[in-house]
C-alpha cells in the first residue's frame, strides 16, 4: 500500500508503505531524510480505545531504546507528531519466524540451533539490563537478509522487579497463551527463565511445525503449560541429535529454576554441543604378564570397562584398527585391559644361528684354550696310528 500524499514526521521521516499492522499501531517503511538511510515507523494507533495503549508504547521505547545489540532490533527515536505517538525503529530487510514456518514449514536442526543461540543472546541482554520480554513468540522473531535473528516488539516488555509485571489492569494475563510459561499461567510476574520457556515452545514449534501445546481455548492451553508433558520432538517427525532434544525439553521444565538461563542456552547452542559428542574410548592399560599379579580394584570402585558390558576389547579393538591374536583365550583379560598387538617374536633357530655372529672378542679369547687343546690331542692321534703302520 502507498502514501497517496506524502508524509513527514518530525520533519524528517517520510512514510512510504505499510509492513505490518496490530491491535496498537501500524508499522510503515519510511526513509530518514537527516541521516539518509531507510527506517521502520510505528505509529500507535489505540491511544483511544485502550486506556493502557500510550504507557505500554512509551515504555517499548524505553526498554527496547536501552538495548544495543546485534540481536535485538534497534531503537532510534520516539515522539509523537498530530496528537500520535511514533516510534522510530532498525528496518530489517527479512520476514518474522511466523512467516517461514507458514512459507516452509519445520526447520532443520542446524537452522534451528542457530535461530535459538542468536535469540538467546539477544535475551540474555535484555535480561542483564533488568527487562523482560515477556511475549517471544514466532511474529516477535525477525530475520533479516543475512540470516541474522532479532528480538522485536517490546510492548508489553517489563522490568523484572516490576510487581505489575504479571498483570494488566484489568487483571488478564498479558502474552500469548501457546507460549506461556507455567509461572505466568498462575498470574506470577514473569522473570528471566519465563523468556526461556517462551523461546523453548518457538524452538519445538520450529521443528515440529507445532508448537508443544494446544486446545480449543486459551485457557485449556494454560492448563497444558501446568500439567502436562511435552512429546519429545523425535515423535512428532523432527529430525534432530538426542544432545538438542534433551536440552530442548529441559527449556520446557515446569519449574523455573530447572531451566538454564538466556545465556548458558546461548553458549550451548553457540558452542555446537548440540550435536552431540561420542564418548572418548578408554585409555589402554598395559597387559600384565602370566607372573605379574593383576592389582585389585579400589574398594567401591569397579573396572571402567565394567559399567558398560557391550564395550569389550573385541568390540573397541576394531575401532583403533587391530585385531585380537590368534590362540588368544576367549575372553581373557576382557575385563579390565585391552593393548595393540607388538611385532611377531623372532623364531628361536633363527636366534640360535645369529648368536655366533654376534660373539664378542671376548667371548672368543676364552673358548681359544679349550680349541688348542682338542687340536693338539687329534694331532697326537694321527701320529700313533702312523706308527702303527709303519711297522
Not at 539477544?122 to 535480561?127: N, T
Amino acid at each position: 500500500m502507498r502514501v497517496k500524499q506524502q508524509v513527514l514526521i518530525a520533519g524528517r521521516y517520510q512514510l512510504e508503505s505499510t509492513i505490518g499492522r496490530g491491535a496498537m499501531g501500524e508499522v510503515w517503511r519510511a526513509y530518514d531524510r537527516m541521516l539518509g538511510r531507510p527506517v521502520a515507523v510505528k505509529v500507535l494507533l489505540a491511544q483511544n480505545t485502550d486506556p493502557t495503549a500510550d504507557s505500554r508504547f512509551r515504555l517499548e521505547a524505553q526498554t527496547a531504546g536501552r538495548l544495543h545489540h546485534p540481536h535485538v532490533v534497534g531503537v532510534h527515536d520516539f515522539g509523537e507528531y498530530e496528537g500520535k505517538l511514533f516510534l522510530v525503529m532498525e528496518l530489517v530487510e527479512g520476514d518474522s519466524l511466523s512467516q517461514a514456518l507458514s512459507d516452509g514449514g519445520p526447520l532443520s536442526a542446524d537452522r534451528v540451533a542457530s535461530i535459538a543461540a542468536q535469540a538467546a543472546a539477544g535475551l540474555a541482554v535484555a535480561h542483564q539490563q533488568g527487562i523482560v520480554h515477556r511475549d517471544i513468540k514466532p511474529g516477535n522473531l525477525l530475520i533479516d537478509a543475512k540470516g541474522t535473528v532479532k528480538i522485536g516488539d517490546f510492548g508489553i516488555a517489563r522490568f523484572l522487579d516490576d510487581p505489575s509485571g504479571a498483570l494488566t489492569a484489568t487483571g488478564q494475563i498479558v502474552g500469548t497463551s501457546l507460549y506461556l510459561a507455567p509461572e505466568r499461567a498462575l498470574g506470577k510476574t514473569a522473570q528471566g527463565a519465563s523468556d526461556v520457556y517462551s523461546l523453548g515452545c518457538v524452538l519445538y514449534q520450529l521443528l515440529t511445525g507445532r508448537p508443544p501445546f494446544s486446545g480449543r481455548t486459551p485457557i485449556e492451553i494454560l492448563h497444558h503449560h501446568l500439567d502436562s508433558t511435552p512429546v519429545p520432538p523425535s515423535r512428532s517427525g523432527a529430525v534432530l541429535p538426542p544432545a538438542f532434544e534433551n536440552y530442548l525439553l529441559g527449556l520446557l521444565a515446569k519449574r523455573p529454576e530447572d531451566r538454564p538461563t538466556a545465556r548458558e542456552v546461548a553458549d550451548w547452542f553457540g558452542s555446537d554441543a548440540w550435536r552431540g559428542r561420542p564418548e572418548p574410548l578408554p585409555v589402554p592399560s598395559p597387559v600384565p604378564s602370566a607372573h605379574t599379579p593383576r592389582p585389585l580394584p579400589a574398594p567401591g570402585r569397579t573396572p571402567a570397562l565394567a559399567a558398560h558390558p557391550a564395550r569389550t576389547p573385541d568390540r573397541i579393538a576394531p575401532a583403533l584398527g587391530t585385531r585380537g591374536g590368534p590362540g588368544a583365550a576367549p575372553g581373557a583379560g576382557a575385563a579390565t585391559t585391552y593393548k595393540l598387538p607388538s611385532a611377531p617374536a623372532a623364531p628361536r633357530s633363527a636366534g640360535r644361528r645369529a648368536a655366533p655372529r654376534r660373539r664378542s672378542a671376548a667371548a672368543d679369547l676364552l673358548r681359544g684354550p679349550r680349541v688348542v687343546g682338542l687340536a693338539a690331542a687329534a694331532l697326537f692321534v694321527a701320529a700313533v696310528l702312523v706308527g702303527m703302520t709303519l711297522r
